[in-house]
């Protein structure tokens, strides 16, 4: 079993910036791949990046792409999210997930574990 647990998120101005991380614990892997997801209210949840542990294999939703940035800290089994520029449809609970697989995957449910998620608030 694999937990993951997020933190950074909390109320920004539009414009600003957030850091958020996923520490993995327990079944950890350092050959998969690890992603990040938003839900807003009464939407559902969708892909925002996904990186494998090794880097070399990247992915950003297109709303996101040039202002967010995903990376790795193998050392540390830590994954980040770098939101820049943030706007008021950033809003939502963002989640962590990893996957078995060592490639990033864009889709949901090819992630096997989840964290409880953080919420970003972005004020306008």
């Known amino acids: 079993q694999v937990q993951l647990v997020e933190s950074g998120g909390g109320l920004v101005q539009a414009g600003g910036s957030l850091r958020l991380s996923c520490a993995a614990s327990?079944?950890?892997?350092?050959?998969?791949?690890m992603g990040w997801f938003r839900q807003a209210p009464g939407k559902e949840r969708e892909f925002v990046a996904a990186?494998?542990?090794?880097?070399?294999?990247?992915f950003y939703a297109d709303s996101v792409k040039g202002r967010f940035t995903i990376s790795t800290d193998n050392a540390k089994l830590t994954v980040y999210l770098q939101m820049n520029s943030l706007k008021p449809e950033d809003t939502a609970v963002y989640y962590c997930a990893a996957t078995t697989s060592r490639y990033a995957r864009v889709r949901a449910d090819l992630y096997d574990y989840w964290g409880q998620g953080t919420q970003v608030t972005v004020s306008s």
């Open positions: 327990g079944r950890t892997f350092s050959s998969n791949a």
């Open positions: 990186i494998s542990w090794s880097g070399d294999n990247i």
